[in-house]
């Protein structure tokens, strides 16, 4: 019996999460595709504009109330800001597609399929959204995304946009 609940330890910690990416960090690149079909890559989202990976799930009602902020957001930074919504639950393809349509969403929904990118960015809970400049380094982490957050953002990646 000892043996056995040593070895669901073991196998446990084996598998933890990696600890959530923090500013500084580099964002780790990723494929997936959207609810389109088409192939994702962060890596070359970021060559054009700063990116918000946003992590999402239609279960999460948080992330339901990010979503108009996320795509205002998008419309003000046109060129700016590339927002890349990330949805961990993949299976629930038909409330993924309602959800896009009613919110209008001007921004790739990526369907992470297996949850290898949350893992990759050590997400534990939802939402969580990563700034990631054209360098690929994170520049900010937040938890949920405010009217507060949503100004704070967009000073951040203007500031970005005038150093270039």
Same mark, same amino acid.
């Given at each position: 019996m000892w043996v056995l609940a040593v070895a669901i330890l073991l196998l446990c910690s084996c598998t933890k999460q990696d600890n959530p990416l923090q500013a500084g960090d580099l964002a780790p690149d990723f494929r997936a595709e959207d609810l389109t079909g088409k192939r994702v890559y962060l890596n070359a989202e970021t060559k054009q504009s700063a990116v918000l990976v946003t992590f999402f799930a239609t279960w999460c009602d948080p992330c339901r109330a990010e979503l108009p902020l996320l795509a205002e957001l998008q419309r003000k930074l046109s060129g700016r800001l590339k927002v890349l919504l990330v949805a961990i639950d993949p299976e629930n393809v038909d409330e993924l597609?309602?959800? *896009?349509?009613?919110?209008? +969403? /001007?921004?790739?929904?990526?369907? #992470?399929?297996?949850?290898?990118?949350?893992?990759? *960015?050590?997400?534990?809970? +939802? /939402?969580?959204?990563?700034?990631? #400049?054209r360098r690929g380094t994170i520049r900010s982490v937040l938890q949920a995304i405010g009217e507060g957050e949503a100004k704070m953002l967009e000073q951040t990646i203007r500031t970005l946009s005038e150093a270039r």
């Amino acid at each position: 019996m000892w043996v056995l609940a040593v070895a669901i330890l073991l196998l446990c910690s084996c598998t933890k999460q990696d600890n959530p990416l923090q500013a500084g960090d580099l964002a780790p690149d990723f494929r997936a595709e959207d609810l389109t079909g088409k192939r994702v890559y962060l890596n070359a989202e970021t060559k054009q504009s700063a990116v918000l990976v946003t992590f999402f799930a239609t279960w999460c009602d948080p992330c339901r109330a990010e979503l108009p902020l996320l795509a205002e957001l998008q419309r003000k930074l046109s060129g700016r800001l590339k927002v890349l919504l990330v949805a961990i639950d993949p299976e629930n393809v038909d409330e993924l597609h309602a959800l *896009y349509k009613a919110f209008s +969403l /001007p921004f790739p929904l990526v369907l #992470d399929s297996g949850e290898h990118i949350k893992r990759a *960015y050590g997400v534990e809970q +939802l /939402p969580a959204s990563f700034l990631v #400049d054209r360098r690929g380094t994170i520049r900010s982490v937040l938890q949920a995304i405010g009217e507060g957050e949503a100004k704070m953002l967009e000073q951040t990646i203007r500031t970005l946009s005038e150093a270039r």
